[in-house]
T-cell receptor, first 115, second 111 residues
Framework: DTAVSQTPKYLVTQMGNDKSIKCEQN?????MYWYKQDSKKFLKIMFS???????INETVPNRFSPKSPDKAHLNLHINSLELGDSAVYFC??????????????FGPGTRLTVT | RKEVEQDPGPFNVPEGATVAFNCTYS??????FFWYRQDCRKEPKLLMS???SGNEDGRFTAQLNRASQYISLLIRDSKLSDSATYLC????????????FGAGTRLFVKA
């Protein structure tokens, strides 16, 4: 019954590795997002997809590459991980893309630690 | 200056107290406004949307002042379970649709 799910919940890896985080929503929403929440708890949007199309790409290093195989899934692949990538990554989804009138539903987060 | 600013707190209040949080936003083109709640080590969840006329949901009242570009959240009769971080969220559709989260205000309600 989970609305937005992410795997894995915890990810500990070494610098230089490549890792992926998966996200799935079963709400029938058209728009999905990736957010990064750093140690200061500041939540910042990274990417947004609407119906598999990229609509927001904030200033994020190109080591981060989102992939949306269908509108229910938005995965995040990270190449050459760096210490500064350590954070909690949240996936979210919402009903609409314009105006942001609708609630965003968040996944439980993936706590990434780069050593 | 951040586009959405909140007092980080923490606010420490006794049970039963009334507490108010403010949030200011800098972009006058902002369209929609929300308060989210985030518990420790959990995901953010919508607490309430904020409408121009103000709105109330039980013990929670949200107000929007477009002229002064601020949003407020009032919590009456605080409960221990209200302890959390409250995030002010603003959306706009200028130069692309964006959702901007404030850094949050921490609330601790004590017995």
């Amino acid at each position: 019954d989970t609305a937005v799910s992410q795997t894995p919940k915890y990810l500990v890896t070494q610098m230089g590795n490549d890792k992926s985080i998966k996200c799935e929503q079963n709400l029938g929403h058209d728009t999905m997002y990736w957010y990064k929440q750093d140690s200061k708890k500041f939540l910042k949007i990274m990417f947004s997809y609407n119906n598999k199309e990229l609509i927001i790409n904030e200033t994020v290093p190109n080591r981060f590459s989102p992939k949306s195989p269908d509108k229910a899934h938005l995965n995040l692949h990270i190449n050459s991980l760096e210490l500064g990538d350590s954070a909690v990554y949240f996936c979210a989804s919402s009903q609409d893309r314009s105006g942001g009138q609708y609630e965003q539903y968040f996944g439980p987060g993936t706590r990434l630690t780069v050593t | 200056r951040k586009e959405v600013e909140q007092d980080p707190g923490p606010f420490n209040v006794p049970e039963g107290a009334t507490v108010a949080f403010n949030c200011t936003y800098s972009n006058s083109a902002s369209q929609s406004f929300f308060w989210y709640r985030q518990d420790c080590r959990k995901e953010p969840k919508l607490l309430m949307s904020v409408y121009s006329s103000g709105n109330e949901d039980g013990r929670f009242t949200a107000q929007l002042n477009r002229a002064s570009q601020y949003i407020s959240l009032l919590i009456r009769d605080s409960k221990l379970s209200d302890s959390a971080t409250y995030l002010c969220v603003v959306t706009r559709n200028t130069g692309g649709f964006k959702t901007i989260f404030g850094a949050g205000t921490r609330l601790f309600v004590k017995a």
